[in-house]
Structures are given as C-alpha cells and as structure tokens.
C-alpha cells in the first residue's frame, strides 16, 4: 500500500467516526423527564397504540393476523416478554427506556418506538427510508 491509500483509509475512518459520534452525542443529549415518555406501536406501518412509559406495570398483549406478541411496560420503559415468530430475535432486543430505541418483530410486522412528545428536534426533516 502507498502513503495516498493510508491517508485515503484515515479520511474514510475519520468521516465515519464523526458522523457516529455526532449521532451518539444528539441521541444521548435529549433532556427528558422519568414519565414523559412514550412507546408508539404500530403494527404493519399503522397505528395500533400509544402507551405511556410508566413506573406501574402494565401488559399489553397484541393480537393481529401477523402472529401474537406480549409487551411488558415497567420502570419507565418497556419490553417485548413473548413472540410467536418463529425467531425469536425480538425478545433479545431487551428492555428500551430511551428516545429512538426500538423493538422490531418482522414476522409479527411490529415496530415498538419510544418517543419523546416534548422534543423540540422536528422528525419531519427526517430521512425516510424505503425497502
């Protein structure tokens, strides 16, 4: 390798870097109050409801022609505790508790977000992606 393609690779890794530590630092600087959040859940891109990330325990049990799931809020976040798709890789996805954290089960075509209504960041000028 020449010095041109070294210094080529530092840009390229220098770029990147900043681009995720600038996505770190906005993500991990958005000032929230305990209880001001919410998990928006839509199944097969609408709608299906809007909980409120309590302390109190709650069980919200979603049942569609996709498939049976089972979602457990407590702590001020929630978790997803059954799936019936045949991975199971939702349920590792874990406990979320914070803005832009999501559970997704494809099978199930459900997309568990938490939300901050307070924010004053505007997702609207937000990229889309389509698949």
């Not at 929230?32 to 990330?53: F, S």
């Not at 978790?79 to 939702?90: E, H, N, R, W």
Request: aromatic residues 10%; glycine residues 6%.
């Amino acid at each position: 390798m020449k010095r041109g393609d070294f210094i080529m690779i530092l840009v390229v890794l220098l770029a990147a870097g900043s681009i995720y530590g600038y996505k770190w630092f906005s993500n991990h600087n958005e000032h929230y109050a305990q209880g001001d959040l919410k998990a928006v859940i839509t199944v097969n891109g609408k709608a299906y409801k809007t909980v409120n990330l309590t302390k109190e325990e709650q069980i919200i049990d979603i049942r569609t022609k996709f498939g049976h799931n089972t979602l457990k809020v407590f702590d001020y976040g929630i978790q997803m505790t059954y799936s019936d798709a045949p991975l199971t890789i939702a349920l590792d996805m874990g406990f979320i508790s914070r803005p832009k954290q999501q559970i997704i089960c494809i099978p199930a075509r459900l997309l568990i977000e938490v939300v901050n209504p307070g924010s004053s960041i505007d997702d609207d000028d937000a990229l889309d992606a389509v698949i």
